[in-house]
């Protein structure tokens, strides 16, 4: 299965400031048809996960461009810049370019 | 609009076999993949298997024998079918179309 490294655990940010989250897979992303299938998605306390970005970089409805996605081949960034109080959850990676697609263990982004 | 809502017992014994309901709307089940994904209490995401839009299916290697999803194309439906339950299968059980748009998930605890 491909491992997902997401770091780090817990990122304090003060509102205003700017968040980066990394997720690097154990093996590349790239499918055979050539797309990438990297997504990030934010859980917010007694929500379900609510999808941001898409294939690495493509903001997902209604997703405000604060929320930026990067990165190719094994290594992936996620940056949220000017954090709002919305923001705060449990942000995750995901890959579903590989059977059995799988998740980053998760960055938990609070208030410092 | 796109909907998907999780229906269930929410407590099951262990060895007994667990089934869940999925009904969505806004969408056909023939031109989206619906998939299943679920959370331990204060835990990460797993994915368990996804049905196709041509009706076929995948499954996640660690639950493939215990696991079977299905769908009722007439009824909107898709069906979680989940054998020789343990307590560690306690978790909130998601389904998500094409893992774009949620539901909000069942809580499904194992126990005697």
């Known amino acids: 299965d491909v491992v997902m490294t997401q770091t780090p655990v817990s990122l304090p940010v003060s509102l205003g400031g700017q968040a980066s989250i990394s997720c690097r897979s154990s093996?590349?992303?790239?499918?055979?048809?050539?797309?990438?299938?990297l997504h990030w998605y934010l859980q917010k306390p007694g929500q379900s996960p609510q999808l941001l970005i898409y294939r690495v970089s493509n903001r997902f409805s209604g997703v405000p461009d604060r929320f930026s996605g990067s990165g190719s081949g094994t290594d992936f960034t996620l940056k949220i810049s000017r954090v709002e109080p919305e923001d705060l959850g449990d942000y995750y990676c995901l890959q579903s370019t590989h059977f059995p697609y799988t998740f980053g263990a998760g960055t938990k982004l609070e208030l410092k | 609009q796109v909907q998907l809502k999780e229906s269930g017992p929410g407590l099951v014994k262990p060895s007994e076999t667990l089934s869940l309901t999925c009904t969505v709307s806004g969408f056909s089940l023939t031109s989206y993949h619906v998939s299943w994904v679920r959370q331990p209490p204060g835990k990460g995401l797993e994915w368990m298997g996804v049905?196709?839009?041509?009706?076929?299916?995948a499954y996640n290697s660690a639950l493939k024998s215990r696991l079977s999803i299905s769908r009722d194309t007439s009824k909107s439906q898709v069906f979680l079918k989940m054998s020789s339950l343990k307590t560690e299968d306690t978790a909130t059980y998601y389904c998500?179309?094409?893992?774009?748009?949620w539901g909000q998930g069942v809580m499904v605890t194992v126990s005697s």
């Open positions: 998500a179309r094409d893992l774009s748009y």
């Open positions: 049905i196709w839009g041509d009706g076929s299916t």
């Open positions: 093996q590349s992303l790239v499918h055979s048809n050539g797309n990438t299938y």
